[in-house]
Every structure is written in C-alpha cells, then in structure tokens.
C-alpha cells in the first residue's frame, strides 16, 4: 500500500543517518558542473549520505598513507574493546626503528605510550609508529595486515588489500575511494572520542615538531580530518572531512602531481560542497508520520516515526517538488515493542527538471502491541475477506 504523505514545493517548508547507504545523486542538469583534476574523485554529503561527485571511485587505487586509516580503526577498535588503554607503554623494535618514509623517529627501545603512538601516526603520518603498533597488537606486521583484512571484510570493503601497516608501495596493498570514504565515515562515528586527533595542527616528539599534513586544517573551512597520502606511483591524495553547521562532507581524491595541487583542488570541492548545495528537512524525528496496519494483535494499527531527522541534498539554484510516501507491502506482526522497526517505509521522490530522485528510509512503531486474544486471526481473516470483497464488488 502507498499512502501520499504530502507533494508541495520545499518552499512551504515541508516538514539519518543510513550508515555508508551511498545514493548516487543525479546533479547534471541542475546544479554548477564541478570538473576536478584528480584520477580518483568521491564527495560524499553524510548528513543526506548522497553521493554529489564521482570518478573512478570503484577502482582499485595505491593508497599509500591513506591506508593508515585502516591501522587507525584497528587502534581505536582495540581501545573500544578495553584491548588497549590509551596510557598503555609499548617498546619500539629495530624493525619499527629502521623503517623509512616518514617517520615518527621513534628509536629502537624507546617507551612510548599508545596517545602518543596515535598522533605520530595520524599528525606525523609515521610508518615507524604504524609498524610499532602492528607489532604490539598482532605480534607481527605480517600477522597484523592478515587481521586488516579480515577486518575488512567484515567492514565490507570489498576492494581493499592490505600488505603492511604503512601504505608502503606493493602491487597487492590497494584500495578502493569508495573503501576510504566508507572507512572514514566509520572512524567518525564509531570513535568520535578518538577523531578528535585528526583535527590537531601539530605534535613534538623526541623534541622534533612536526605539523599535521592535512593542508585544509588551516584554511578555516571547518576541516577537521582525516589522512593524506603521497608515494611516486599514487601521486597526491587526500580523505579530507569538513563540517559546517549539522553538514559534513567527506571526500577522496588521489592522483594528483603536487602537493600544491592537492591543496587547492580540496579546497575547491570543499567550497563547491557548501556554495552550491543544501540540506532540506523533509521529515522530524521522533513525530509521528502515519499509520500502518497490525497482523494479530490487539491494536488494529500503528503510528509511525522516524528515529532521526530526515533531509534531502538539493542544489541551492533548484526549485525541487518534494512527494513523500507511506510505502508497505505487508501489516506489522504483533507482538512488537515501542521502537521496533516495521516494514512500512517512508519513500521521498525528488524532482527538478525532468529528473527523478528516489529515497526510502526506516520507520519504528510509536507504539507496542500485545498479541490479540482468541477471536484476533478469525478477525483478521474475516476482514481482509471482507475488504477483498468490498473491492471487487465497488
């Protein structure tokens, strides 16, 4: 059954996050073309979790430094689970020392604690800290790049390989901007204790001080994370996170030829983002929104709610008719509890210009229901006949 909730401009002011739901938004027509100069390009808009621009962002790229990230959930995961506690002391191997790139400079049998190990990792992208972290959770780096990737794979990051901790060059270490964006949103909102790192300008360590090679962190464009990355086979690359007001936008781009260049086109997207899009409230939390039938129990119907607020990303120059839908193939089954997901949904149609956008989002029973008594399934029987009937006759 289809119920039409509302249809009217968004300007009468019609009044979730799905994680990692990516919904492809079709802008072409609608919005200010954004050309970006990177081989690998994916904007993501987390409040509305729509893709705004894509390139190549399924395809399997050299992550380098990006893919500390992944080292990073394995930290945070470890800390979550009481594994590892943030004033835990660990002593740094030869092999954790003598690693090249960049560096920390840590030296060999030097106690460091896990805080400190997770800044020289995330301000000063260092491989030596990555190793020393590795060898502390798995025993070895090799041992430790098997458990990145059945982590992974339980993550759903189906175009990811991991053969070191670092980033470090190797034709099987590899992911995909899709996997790295999917693994930012995740740091974000599964540890939001711990993001605050990636937001931090700088770190001394063994009284050298290095800055954080985020280059948008001093711009004051709300940025506030994650990782760069540079080796010669992947050029310049970046998973850069903005936030303005309840609007975060996540972004991957790689394959760029200078540093310089990396600056100014995240830059670019960054200011794009939020000059040319915004976010419309088509639906408040925790209101009620209709009404769907019950199956057995003792209230023949349901009111329904939305746990969170809902929002649609439309282009700030459009003039979007919004239509929003009750959408259910069957009746909720009692017994259920207040809170409890149901099968109704609630489809929201965007369109402008001969274009057509389609989003569906959960809806929860405002209500419990006890099953119904003796005479409930002959009841129900009887209705459904009867309205079969009442149909067929009218």
């Given at each position: 059954m289809i119920i039409n909730i509302f249809n009217r401009k968004l300007n009468l002011a019609i009044s979730y996050f799905v994680l990692l739901v990516w919904i492809a938004f079709l802008f072409n027509s609608i919005a200010h073309s954004f050309e970006s100069k990177a081989k690998t390009v994916l904007v993501i808009d987390n409040l509305t979790n729509t893709i705004m621009l894509e390139k190549?962002?399924?395809?399997?790229i050299p992550p380098a430094s990006m893919s500390k990230l992944m080292t990073l959930y394995m930290v945070f995961e470890a800390l979550k689970d009481k594994r590892l506690l943030m004033t835990d002391i660990i002593r740094v191997s030869k092999n954790a020392s003598q690693k090249g790139g960049s560096k920390m400079f840590l030296n060999e049998g030097q106690d460091v604690s896990i805080e400190d190990i997770i800044r020289g990792i995330i301000i000063h992208s260092g491989n030596d800290a990555c190793i020393a972290i590795a060898e502390t959770l798995s025993g070895t780096e090799n041992a430790f790049a098997k458990?990145?990737?059945a982590k992974a794979k339980k993550l759903g990051l189906t175009n990811s390989s991991f053969t070191n901790s670092t980033g470090w060059p190797d034709q099987n270490h590899y992911m995909s901007a899709i996997d790295l964006a999917n693994l930012a949103s995740r740091i974000q909102v599964e540890f939001p204790d711990y993001y605050k790192f990636f937001a931090e300008d700088s770190y001394s360590w063994n009284g050298i001080i290095q800055k954080n090679r985020n280059p948008l962190l001093r711009k004051g464009l709300g940025a506030d994370g994650l990782k760069t990355g540079h080796t010669e086979e992947a050029g310049y690359g970046l998973v850069g996170s903005t936030k303005r007001g309840n609007r975060r936008i996540t972004f991957v781009i790689s394959g760029l030829n200078t540093s310089k260049e990396r600056t100014l086109e995240a830059e670019k997207i960054t200011n794009w983002a939020y000059r040319d899009f915004t976010a419309k409230k088509v639906a408040k939390k925790n209101q009620i929104i209709g009404r769907m039938p019950v199956w057995l129990g003792e209230k023949s119907d349901v009111a329904l709610y939305t746990k969170d607020d809902?929002?649609?990303?439309i282009p700030v120059t459009a003039e979007p008719d919004i239509a929003a839908f009750l959408?259910?193939?069957?009746?909720?089954?009692a017994p259920f509890e207040v809170g409890s997901l149901t099968p109704a949904r609630l489809e929201v149609i965007f369109k402008s210009n001969s274009q057509s956008i389609n989003k569906e989002f959960e809806l929860y029973a405002f209500e419990g229901s006890k099953s119904g008594g003796f005479f409930t399934p002959l009841q129900a029987t009887t209705k459904i006949i009867?309205?079969?009937l009442r149909r067929i006759i009218n």
């Open positions: 190549n962002s399924s395809e399997r458990d990145m990737n809902i929002y649609i990303l959408r259910y193939e069957t009746p909720v089954e009867f309205n079969h």
